[in-house]
């Protein structure tokens, strides 16, 4: 449970919440629609939500159902909950709700009377879930059930069969294993949540009694913020990379001046802090954090400790660039950028110097930069309360995505060592295999669409399910390819959405992981679809290059191989077409198989 | 009764010198559930409890404040 601290009120909240009603939609970069469908009064987190979505540059439109009319709204067709066609619903209804009078007199009726009781309640939830999924396409963020600490038994209550609570874990395991596989449905686990708030302070029962507010307005906070960690990757806002400070934030003490022995990491201690801290870390990469070095240093001495201090858990094998000299942080910090071609504001930066962080947050205000507490007993749950790290689902290339960017490190070594970029893309070895979507491949196809920013020449977004949906028309032709070279498996990089006309082909999407830019993949992949335009009949294959902030590096694709320039409007949108009478040549060094089949 | 001012300022958007004709029936922004943040606000805040009794009461700020006088409250400096 990521749920950082709030030091301002709700009342706070509440009055920024006017100042931003007064804000036009298109002073955000990112919009969302959410739903909030619940079985008490929850006034605050519309007002709460709102705000803290703001201050992360996205517009909310809420929607809330009117007190306890969850079931109607969602039963019936016709009501506003439909037509607002919400992105996001938040399904939030409470134990008490559920269990009814059964929540005071759980042992008025025998164990299998409790078991029929709760089983009929969980197919009620289930059941309100599968009319949402298929009547929105909204992802809908399902809160599990907050198991109460009290039992009418007391100290018996673990003696009984299916007692009290664990009839309510039972329901909540089952609502867990029912939606894991089900990419719409997520599992809040509201009964955390109240745990690390504290299931004794999480209501104000004056407050409950008056007004049916089951969550202090207090909690309300923490609660948003623990949505939050859903919504960022939702709107495609998460970091990818943790740039590290050495000194006294992987390490305590200075490698200069304390050397490789005085230094504190490992069992003891000043140095558990630091030697946790990078197990952390570790983890992140494991699932595909991206993690980068920015000291200012002699290399020697640090990259020494990198390699030969027996507690580093951290090795040079996990970072993807490292910057160890003399210059400033925010300029180490560009050049990782530049390096390992991702966004600044994809960046988490940890350094334990406040005036470093202090001047990266004023000089790259788009990089993440928590505030680090002095002593660094507090650097792991520092760690633990960023939510911007979060995936919806986590694919096997976001699980390699650090090493694949730590081989990038060592390809672009030996680019350096290169006689000139031909021979350095000759002996890359490079292999793409083309696939056609399936169930494996789709989910990361649609985050491809949604998080790919540089390459993409119209960054038309597209969920899971309209991707699986235009796999499955005639229509459309979906083509995704895995990169491989002599370094390494990039994994599933680069999709391309074509839409079939009778008399030509039109590139609704094409677009590459910036991890695999400048290998020139991407004319191998044009190649296939100007093969397979060829082999169907029709005479020209069209494009769209639609401008953006961030996809420059896709402004000359059609140009470059070959296509015409149409026309060009006056917002930047140019059309091409390529007629396919013309030979198309493929870049030689580039081995392509293609998958059959699906 | 500074802190009391602030609490219901804060909470109604209002200026201390309208504070005296502040009545629940006739300030919109005194609805239901400012009404329940406001109670929220002064119970933290000021490190007293109001019953339930004394909740429904409070139809204006005079009577607020009498309630809350009779408390003989110690404020607190920081919620």
Redesign the interface.
């Known amino acids: 449970m990521s749920v950082q601290k709030n030091n301002i ?3 706070e909240f ?2 920024q919440y006017k100042q931003i009603c007064t804000k036009k939609k298109s002073f955000f970069s990112k919009k969302l629609k959410i739903t909030l469908l619940s079985s008490f009064t929850t ?1 605050g987190i519309k007002e709460v939500l709102t705000v803290k979505c703001s201050n992360l540059n996205i517009y909310v439109e809420f929607y809330e159902c009117e007190y306890k009319q969850y079931t109607q709204e969602i039963l019936n067709p016709q009501s506003n909950l439909y037509s607002f066609d919400p992105s996001l619903i938040l399904l939030f209804i409470d134990t008490k709700t559920i269990l009814g009078e059964n929540f005071f007199f759980p042992y008025n009726s025998n164990a299998i009377n409790r078991k029929t009781f709760v089983k009929t309640k969980e197919n009620e939830i289930y059941n309100l879930v599968n009319i949402l999924t298929q009547n929105t396409s909204a992802t809908i963020l399902l809160h599990n059930l907050e198991i109460p600490s009290y039992s009418p038994l007391g100290i018996l209550e673990n003696k009984q069969e299916f007692g009290f609570a664990e009839s309510i874990e039972n329901l909540n395991n089952n609502i867990r294993n029912t939606f894991k596989k089900n990419n719409r449905v997520l599992v809040f686990d509201y009964n955390a949540f109240c745990s690390y708030i504290g299931k004794s302070k999480i209501t ?1 029962e ?2 409950y ?3 049916d ?1 089951k969550i ?3 909690h309300i906070l923490p609660l948003c913020d623990a949505y939050l960690a859903y919504i960022k990757p939702l709107v495609s806002i998460s970091k990818k990379c943790i740039v590290l400070d050495l000194d006294n934030t992987l390490w305590g003490g200075i490698i200069g001046e304390d050397g490789i022995e005085g230094i504190k990491l490992g069992p003891t201690p000043e140095g558990s802090p630091f030697w946790e801290f990078q197990k952390h870390l570790l983890a992140l990469f494991n699932r595909g954090i991206i993690l980068a070095v920015n000291s200012k240093n002699n290399s020697q001495d640090a990259l020494k400790a990198i390699k030969k201090h027996p507690y580093m858990v951290l090795k040079e094998k996990h970072f993807a660039s490292i910057q160890i000299n003399w210059n400033d942080k925010i300029s180490n910090i560009e050049t990782i950028a530049k390096e390992i071609n991702i966004g600044i504001d994809s960046m988490v930066f940890f350094d334990d110097d406040p005036l470093n962080r202090e001047m990266v947050r004023e000089s790259l205000p788009g990089v993440l930069v928590p505030e680090l507490p002095q002593d660094a007993s507090f650097y792991s749950k520092t760690l633990h309360q960023i939510n911007d790290f979060n995936t919806l689902q986590l694919t096997e290339e976001d699980k390699k995505r650090g090493s694949i960017y730590a081989a990038q490190r060592k390809r672009s070594e030996f680019k350096s060592s290169a006689r000139n970029l031909t021979n350095y893309l000759q002996s890359l070895n490079i292999k793409i295999t083309i696939e056609k979507p399936n169930q494996f491949n789709i989910p990361r196809i649609a985050q491809l669409t949604q998080k790919t920013n540089q390459f993409n020449v119209t960054t038309k977004r597209y969920s899971q399910l309209e991707i699986e949906n235009m796999s499955k028309s005639q229509n459309k032709i979906i083509v995704a390819i895995k990169v491989e070279d002599k370094f390494g498996d990039n994994g599933l990089t680069g999709v391309a959405i074509i839409e079939k006309n009778q008399n030509h082909w039109d590139i609704d999407s094409f677009l590459l992981s910036c991890r695999i830019i400048g290998r020139k993949v991407e004319n191998s992949l044009l190649a296939y679809i100007i093969k397979q335009a060829k082999t169907s009949g029709v005479k020209k294959i069209t494009g769209t290059f639609i401008p953006t902030q961030k996809n420059l590096p896709a402004k000359n694709f059609f140009e470059e191989n070959g296509f015409m320039l149409d026309k060009k409007n006056n917002l930047g949108i140019e059309k091409y077409s390529y007629i396919l009478e013309k030979e198309y040549f493929t870049p030689n060094f580039i081995k392509t198989i293609e998958l059959q089949g699906e | 009764m500074d802190q009391l001012e602030n609490i219901v300022c ?2 109604f ?1 209002t200026e201390k010198n309208k504070l005296e004709k502040l009545e629940r029936n006739t300030s919109m922004e005194w609805d ?2 400012n009404h ?2 406001l ?3 002064i ?2 805040q000021m490190n007293i409890s ?1 019953s ?1 009794k004394e ?1 429904e009461n409070i139809k204006n700020y005079q009577i607020l404040k009498q309630i809350v006088q009779e408390k003989n409250v110690t404020p607190t400096t920081q ?1």
Request: proline share 0%.
């Open positions: 009120s709700i009342l509440f009055k006034k104000n004056k407050l009694y008056l007004g507010i202090d307005f207090e | 804060n909470v958007n239901s559930f329940l943040i109670i929220s606000e119970e933290k109001l339930m909740i919620k």
